[in-house]
């Protein structure tokens, strides 16, 4: 006697849809490789080499930029728009700003025994200093400011 089997085996897909499948995981994958590719920190680019510089140039400028601040000074005093205590400060402030500029020495925070005891390197600038400190805190105010000028410009333009 013949029976009839009410098993029925599963029913099988067509291969495309196994091809599509894989493709659609394919494009997943690949769709969070190029989030993350794009997305990840950049690499430091390599720092861009320095140009040579003539290092003349920067301590000529120097100089001629703290000469021309050193003419404005006394040209400011004698006309009356500074009084000479303050034309004193300015030189001082100026002559250490630049040595400070060329050398890196901190001679703008140094009193007149700090410069002395920094050696003979900065004796010149020891000397002007010196020669502006009764101009800036002597009981005297009608110091004249043409000879501290002239060695201030005088340091200066010895510098090297």
């Not at 894989?22 to 390599?46: H, K, N, Q, S």
């Not at 006309?79 to 402030?93: E, M, N």
Request: aromatic share 10%; net charge positive.
């Amino acid at each position: 006697m013949h029976v009839d089997d009410p098993f029925y085996p599963p029913m099988t897909y067509h291969w495309i849809w196994s091809v599509l499948g894989w493709m659609a995981l394919l494009a997943v994958v690949g769709w969070a490789g190029f989030i993350w590719w794009r997305t990840r920190p950049a690499r430091p680019a390599p720092p861009p080499r320095p140009v040579p510089m003539n290092p003349g140039w920067r301590l000529a400028r120097a100089k001629y930029d703290t000469m021309a601040q050193i003419d404005q000074i006394v040209w400011e005093c004698e006309q009356g728009r500074i009084d000479a205590r303050t034309a004193h400060r300015q030189l001082s402030a100026a002559m250490r700003a630049f040595v400070d500029d060329v050398s890196g020495a901190a001679t703008s925070r140094m009193t007149l025994s700090d410069l002395g005891a920094r050696g003979p390197g900065l004796a010149s600038v020891t000397h002007v200093v010196h020669q502006l400190y009764p101009g800036e805190f002597g009981p005297d105010p009608a110091r004249p400011i043409r000879p501290a000028a002239q060695a201030a410009k005088a340091v200066v333009a010895q510098w090297h």
